[in-house]
């Protein structure tokens, strides 16, 4: 392996609790080399599920969180000048794409559309990258793998995926754990005992509730983990959820006072 790469092999297992046969879904499509598109509400578990997964397949993992700024030079790279003159940097697609690994794009829909340029010739039968700034077509290495993530609750119409783009991948839909399970997560993840991490889920449950009424996102998984957290840390129930769960969360006084009623009833 490139030593490029080394150093982005995934040593340990992270801890991942599956919750249908999304594991065995994602080995198969990466077996053949599809492209894959994670759906779901942000904190649910894409990126660790991802890290897994990368930790299993034994693949060099190379994450890129995207945002509305980033252009398709970001990904591909871009010639910068040194003390030895103009020299080219390969950006993390070109890395993952010439010397093999997963490349996972974090909420792909949020970059500029130039980058759905790159990105078909790469998930079709040719599997190239042109970077036409260098005059270069790179095949790609037959480790690599392209995985994005795509949160479909707050997307507009504008920022959608196009058809054209999201017809060449997989997709699996991720949404918040099983209730038993999410309180397993949580006391894993945060060390508070399972008592307790029942009744930051019991919060949780009841503030998705008010998802599309107010709210645009519940209270996710990762807001669970910091709350409990938090507690681990020997601070109390009302402020570690006030920190971690309710402030950040919304900005509206009467949401928020719903939310603390939430905690209230729990703690
Ligand atoms: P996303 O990428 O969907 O925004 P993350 O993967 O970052 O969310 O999840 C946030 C946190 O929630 C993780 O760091 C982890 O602590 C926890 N988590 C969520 N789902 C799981 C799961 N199925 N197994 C283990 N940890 C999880």
Request: hydrophobic residues 40%; glycine residues 8%.
């Amino acid at each position: 392996m490139h030593e490029k790469l080394q150093s982005l092999i995934i040593e340990d297992e992270p801890y991942y609790r599956s919750s249908g046969n999304e594991v065995a879904l994602f080995s198969a499509a990466m077996k053949r080399k599809l492209p894959m598109i994670l759906k779901g509400p942000t904190g649910c578990g894409k990126t660790r599920f991802v890290e897994h997964m990368a930790w299993r397949l034994k693949l060099p993992l190379i994450t890129m969180a995207c945002n509305e700024d980033m252009t398709a030079s970001d990904l591909v790279g871009r010639w910068l000048l040194d003390a030895e003159g103009t020299q080219w940097h390969d950006g993390p697609l070109t890395t993952a794409v010439r010397y093999g690994g997963l490349c996972y794009l974090d909420e792909v829909v949020e970059a500029r559309q130039d980058t759905t340029v790159v990105i078909h010739p790469l998930t079709d039968d040719r599997r190239i990258l042109p970077l036409d700034k260098r005059g270069e077509v790179v095949k790609a290495h037959p480790d690599f793998r392209l995985v994005v993530s795509y949160n479909p609750g707050y997307q507009s119409a504008a920022k959608d995926m196009k058809q054209s783009t999201r017809q060449r991948f997989g997709a699996i839909d991720f949404d918040f754990l099983p209730q038993a399970v999410e309180v397993e997560v949580v006391a894993h993840e945060s060390g508070v005992t399972p008592e307790i991490a029942t009744r930051l889920v019991s919060v949780a449950t009841q503030s998705r509730a008010l998802r599309g009424r107010g709210l645009d996102e519940g209270i996710s998984t990762r807001m669970l983990v910091h709350s409990g957290s938090l507690i681990s840390e020997g601070i109390s129930p009302h402020d570690a959820c006030a920190l971690a769960m309710t402030a950040p969360l919304t900005d509206d006084p009467d949401l928020q006072a719903a939310m603390s009623g939430f905690v209230e009833a729990q703690f």
